[in-house]
């Protein structure tokens, strides 16, 4: 591959937030080898690319730290090359693809693979958390120390949450060794067994088998317990209760080194949506209750949710077809995930486009521990550039991404991506 | 027995009790009421759907809804093809919409589906322009079931309005509960769900029904008791001890029977596990209304396939 050119870039008069450094001002920002090199008022050096941000948020480029980009092994629904198209069409300069593919990510060679796909497509910055178990089976552990030399950011069975306590005890001392994250999808099999909605009122008139919340509660309890005694750092993906919002609450009151994430479907959508077995609506965690946004959305506004992460998961449309009980769970999402967060939060007044903005960027970073997330000079020059108020209606026809598994489609939101510079190039500019 | 407003039937699919007012729940009655006497009649034809194709796809296992199904529809004069298939739990593979739509370019009028997924007539109903007629889906409606017993309480009283109806057993897993909760609070009983809180469904509280956990409790005031049957295949793990300990609480004994209303009426949806959930002295007793249910799905299914088709052909006249 031909070494790239640096170029120059002036992105004049955005208002600069930048969450990490405690700045929200109208600024000027220059780019240049890859980097933010200047910030200032009226720059007047000459650039490659002069942008004008007037009226438009500038800010460091998000961080998705939970997508599914299906590759390898179901290429059919997405690709490192799709998912990276529409991950910096959604304002995303690196996001974090889970081990959960066919064959899993659970060693070293396979984390080389994401990182070598995610390089060819050159749109996005691909990281990649590894398997826990091998063949994230929750039986043995799988090569952690070799997947973090080949820089896995992490270790999750996403999908499955691990669940012989003994197993999870052992992975997350061994974990301890390489100061990686471990991170959890919270769910006892044993509650949840066959549900495949929250175990609600459309559950029990639709005659579907539900999903109690105490089925991620447990786990989330137990692995905080865990998290006691071995002082690892641990990550609860996708939190959906109100339940789960007090564990994490109780457990960062004592100090532990416990994060968590929201998606825009626990924020935006609620069992109610599944009136009709729209598969669409179908998501594991499943969408709970309004009582259960309510405590998100608090928890948000407390700043004890770390980051908002997509969960974007894409899935065929002839899988989606297929009876309620049948089809997989999953939505895609990450194409339109910061107008969303906008309308859930910013619309709702939980928190203002800094707080939003730091989940997206520096908090979720320090999630995996990685140095993104900021525009300081210096810092590799990962920039999105957004216009907070522009209106547009959701089509899932029109995504990079190869499926369609879209709740949203039809909506019209507000905030739109215009730019998106990931180390200094300019690698998705909106079309109108 | 009260006669129906006047209403215009104009649904061509039966997907659930849920959807249906208690105006169109009376008129299907009514128009069972219509086809009853054709059983007794020595030719049991009539030619109503005399060139129409009904399939009876049946993706779980049924005799006596699907004999019933066949057998209305052959007296309607209908062709009717038998389609039975254990529903696979792969999402890869034939759908169950490219199933449907094959039959459909074969030219099918109504479909008649039994599914072990709730929804999945609603699925149909959706990708084909056939009639569906639910036979049963999961664990959500029975619509049809439903049907023919409240037609069969109307026909032992006249009217639901105010009777007190127990049904009891697994509500949890039971289509059958859950749509005659929708028909027989619709045409005004009060009802009242009776079993372990095991075999509940979640969220029993926002259903519009009584429950209780003892049938001794209750027993004496009921009007008509529904016994369910106790499906070992559905339940999963053991919501209650033993077969024992469920007939000492649940079961509906000759003693037991005895504090209820001399003329209780007993109804089960068949089939029976005699000595289980009912003794076959109760089962069998003067009480007993099992075999009429029987006869009367006949009626009310001819009712149903009758009144989609003749939704399906209005609507094709207006299009």
């Known amino acids: ?432 | 027995m009260s006669k129906s407003k006047k209403i215009q039937w104009t649904r061509k699919h039966l997907i659930g009790i849920s959807d249906l007012s208690r105006e169109e729940i009376e008129f299907i009655l009514d128009t069972a009421q219509g086809f009853e006497k054709f059983s007794t009649r020595s030719i049991k034809k009539v030619p109503t759907l005399r060139g129409k194709v009904v399939v009876n796809m049946f993706f779980e296992d049924s005799t006596r809804t699907r004999n019933s199904f066949t057998l209305a529809a052959s007296r309607l004069s209908a062709d009717v093809i038998e389609f039975t298939k254990k529903s696979s739990s792969v999402s890869k593979g034939e759908t169950l919409i490219d199933t449907a739509q094959n039959l459909e370019a074969m030219g099918i009028d109504i479909v008649v589906i039994r599914h072990n997924a709730g929804g999945a007539p609603k699925l149909l109903s959706r990708s084909i322009n056939a009639c569906v007629v639910n036979a049963g889906d999961g664990f959500h409606e029975h619509p049809t079931q439903a049907l023919l017993d409240v037609y069969t309480i109307r026909q032992e009283r006249g009217s639901l309005d105010g009777l007190k109806i127990g049904i009891v057993g697994d509500i949890a897993h039971s289509r059958v509960a859950r749509s005659d909760i929708y028909a027989m609070t619709k045409l005004g009983a009060e009802v009242t769900l009776i079993g372990p809180p095991t075999l509940m469904p979640a969220s029993v509280k926002d259903l519009p029904v009584n429950v209780s956990y003892s049938l001794d409790d209750v027993i004496e005031d009921l009007d008509v008791i529904n016994m369910l049957r106790i499906q070992f295949e559905r339940m999963g793990g053991n919501p209650f001890p033993s077969v024992r300990e469920y007939s000492h609480y649940f079961g509906l004994t000759a003693d037991r029977i005895k504090r209820a209303k001399s003329d209780i009426i007993v109804m089960h949806p068949g089939p029976i596990n005699r000595g289980l959930e009912i003794e076959s002295e109760v089962a069998d007793g003067p009480n007993s209304v099992i075999l009429k249910q029987v006869a009367n799905g006949l009626a009310v299914r001819m009712a149903v396939l009758f009144l989609v088709n003749q939704a399906a052909v209005s609507e094709g006249r207006r299009n």
Request: glycine residues 8%; aromatic residues 6%.
């Open chain 1, 1 to 432: 591959m031909a070494q790239p050119v640096p170029q120059k870039t002036l992105i004049k008069n955005g208002r600069l937030i930048d969450p990490r450094n405690n700045i929200d001002q109208i600024a000027d920002l220059y780019i240049d080898d890859f980097q933010v090199t200047r910030i200032g008022k009226k720059l007047t050096d000459s650039a490659d690319h002069i942008i004008d941000a007037s009226g438009k948020i500038v800010a460091p480029g998000l961080i998705d730290i939970h997508v599914h980009f299906r590759e390898p092994g179901d290429e059919e629904e997405e690709t490192i090359a799709s998912g990276s198209a529409a991950a910096v069409a959604g304002g995303y300069t690196s996001v974090v693809c889970m081990p959960n593919t066919n064959p899993p990510i659970d060693e070293a060679t396979a984390v080389e693979y994401i990182h070598r796909m995610g390089r060819q497509a050159r749109k996005t910055f691909i990281h990649v958390m590894g398997a826990i178990t091998k063949d994230r089976a929750g039986q043995e552990l799988a090569e952690m120390g070799l997947m973090t030399q080949a820089g896995a950011v992490g270790f999750t069975d996403d999908g499955c949450g691990v669940q012989d306590t003994a197993m999870m005890l052992r992975a997350m001392k061994y974990a301890s060794m390489f100061n990686r994250v471990v991170s959890q999808h919270c769910e006892d099999r044993s509650l949840a067994k066959d549900g495949v909605m929250n175990a609600g009122y459309n559950a029990t008139v639709l005659g579907l088998p539900g999903i109690d919340p105490l089925a991620e509660e447990m786990m989330l309890w137990r692995d905080v317990q865990l998290v006691k005694k071995t002082g690892t750092r641990y990550h609860a993906q996708h939190i959906s209760t109100a339940g789960s919002v007090k564990i994490i609450r109780e457990a960062k009151a004592e100090g532990l080194p416990v994060t968590c994430e929201v998606t825009p479907h626990h924020l935006l959508l609620t069992e109610e949506a599944i009136a009709d077995y729209d598969t669409n609506y179908k998501v594991n965690p499943p969408l709970r209750t309004q009582k259960d946004i309510d405590a998100i959305k608090q928890a948000i506004h407390d700043g004890l949710i770390d980051a908002l992460a997509s969960d974007h998961a894409p899935h065929l449309q002839s899988e989606k077809e297929l009876e309620f009980l049948t089809a997989p769970c999953g939505m895609v999402g990450i194409e339109c995930a910061l107008p969303l967060y906008r309308k859930a939060l910013i619309d709702a007044g939980v928190c203002d486009w800094s707080q939003m903005l730091a989940m997206l960027t520096w908090r979720p970073a320090q999630i995996i521990d990685v140095e993104k997330g900021s525009l300081a000079v210096g810092d590799r020059a990962d920039v999105v550039i957004i216009d907070p108020d522009a209106a547009w209606t959701i089509d899932a026809a029109k995504f990079y991404s190869k499926s369609r598994n879209c709740p949203y489609q039809g909506w019209t939101v507000k905030g739109k991506v215009l730019y998106t510079l990931v180390a200094g190039e300019i690698r998705f500019q909106d079309k109108g």
